[in-house]
């Protein structure tokens, strides 16, 4: 169980966090990604991590989970297919809710209120997006980077597999009922998860309900992808990261797939790319053991560096 919980007043946002291991340890940001709550970083994985010797932060960012919803508030970038066009060149959107930028400004306000000067920051899918800006733009709070599972949006990179694309964007009917939702997102989660580690059924319900049952706010989605959008490519960002940088990725990823991880390792100065076999777009359970060892291992060598 997290032995910390609590909410960081951000501006005029209220970002709930917790936390796990002793505070005197070195810091672990954990930024998850789109529509995904801090509870899909799972609590024996965060404590895992806690194990080594970290105190581990995970937070949901703005718009889920239970932190501020920008209730009313249009996502803004006009028509869905022109901004597809646009990422795909690596231009951003203009006029969204909110950039990446400000999203990476929401982690380091977690920081703020925890007293943390220094964490190693890691995210997953855009999670691994506002970790790459964070790392830029707030360089001096970053002891190391880990981006997991993403892309630094550079322009014609290839797209994301069409079936995993549109199972992410297929959003549930507004009379959709609470057995819906939970099938919906077990669908997700097949068609984006890693094949070589399917989750056991009841797992992956027991896990699709509790995030139900914890915050369910699907027009959130629309707000972060358009911040995605909004952000555009990320390479002149990666080019100012000077902290120690690996790159996780899947080597079953349809929805990221390779070409993302390997443009961010090529462009910022020093990263190194790790390919996690038979990994797709999540953290299966029977691979924590070397995940947690190649974040601890990278975490050690930035620490001695």
Known sequence: MPSRTGTAAVGDLEICFDEFGDPDD??????????????????????????????????DNRDSGLSSKL??????????????????????????????????????????????????IVGASMGGMIAQVFCAEHADRALSATVIMS?????????????????????PPKNATRDDVIAQSMRLSRIIGSPV????????????????????????FARQFAAIMGTGSLVAADRRIAAPTLVLHGSHDKLMRMSGAEAIAKTVRGAHLTVVDGMAHDLPRPLWDQIVGELTGHFADSDRA
Request: glycine fraction near 10%; charged fraction near 20%.
């Open 26 to 59: 070195p810091a672990v940001l954990l930024i998850m990604g789109i529509g995904a709550q801090m509870v899909f970083w799972r609590t024996e994985f965060c404590e895992q991590i806690a194990a080594h010797g970290y105190r581990v932060i995970r937070f």
């Open 151 to 171: 892309s630094n949006n550079r322009r014609f990179l290839p797209p994301p597999g069409p079936r995993q694309m549109l199972a992410l964007l297929k959003r």
């Open 71 to 120: 209730d009313g508030v249009a996502p803004g970038g006009g028509p869905l297919l022109l901004n597809l066009a646009r990422y795909w060149a690596g231009i951003p959107t203009a006029g969204t809710a909110y950039t990446l930028s400000d999203m990476a400004d929401d982690a380091a306000g977690v920081l703020d209120h925890l007293g943390i000067e220094r964490a190693h």
């Open 197 to 220: 580690y399917p989750p056991e059924p009841a797992v992956a319900r027991a896990h699709a309900a509790e995030y139900y049952d914890r915050s369910f706010y699907p027009v959130g």
